[in-house]
């Protein structure tokens, strides 16, 4: 609730509570803002109670949106603590600029400015942001440019082995914990793997455990890890339905022991249902979001 004090330039104050309840960010928090980063400026009321005006819950708003686009805490707080929120650039647009000069650097074959690009990126934002706003878009573009061919081989494998190099290191560890396991593959044929590496960087963040075999995995592999590790669920992408479609009594059968979703542009629901499998959002963020039902 608004309290009687008064700042003519920032109108009513409240106290914590009510700044809760208008911004949907909870008091713990708020106060954690205002202890970490020194989001909050309050004012004392003659009780020693803190109030906050209007500018603090502008700032607790900006930093809230920041936040779920994918910014890190502490950049959040940074950007929206420094001044008017009109002024603070939406994190979708950051997002673009370091995918635009990370995809520019890559064309150069300029791997000192890529690596400081990745390095900033990964400091301003969560995994989430890195995978959603920096790393597939940049995919997508190289993707787009091979079909067109306009990216040489050489590019093309410059590009992926350097993403693929600091996309694993992101994941580092990301098999240890005590989390449900999902066991990550690409099937025989299939070369393309970093849109199941970032899907596994994103699942990790919600606490799953992540064992990687790769692309081209042979289907025999595919069960021997399945025998060995118990997974909660196997994961197979590709992006092109071909590969599914080769070993399709295989995976049926592999779909029989243990829970397989399938991924990556070659899937679909109706192939995923004649496998036995399900299928995955197309979007690695959004298939991670929805793993809760799969075990």
Known sequence: MSVSANNPEQGPLVRIGELSRRTGVGVDSLRAWERRYGLLRPQRSPGGFRLYGAEDEERVSAMKALIESGVSAAEAARLAGSG???????AGEEGSDHAQRLAAALSRFDEADA?????????????????????????HEIGTRWERGDVSVAEEHFATALLRGRMLALGRNWGGGTGPL??????PGEQHDLGLIAFGLVLRERG????????????ETISDAVTKLAPDVVVLAAVTPQPFEAVADRI???????????????????LAQSLGARALRPDPVGAAAGMAGAR
């Open 84 to 90: 008017p929120t009109d002024a603070i650039r939406p």
């Open 115 to 139: 690596n400081a690009i990745l390095d900033d990126a990964i400091a301003r934002f969560t995994v989430d942001g890195v995978v959603s706003l920096v790393l597939l878009p940049v995919l």
């Open 182 to 187: 999902a066991l990550l593959a690409c099937p």
């Open 208 to 219: 799953w455990r992540i064992a990687l075999l790769g692309g081209d995995t042979p289907i």
């Open 252 to 270: 049926r059968a592999l779909a029989g022991e243990t829970p397989v979703l399938i991924g990556g542009d070659g899937a679909g629901e109706g």
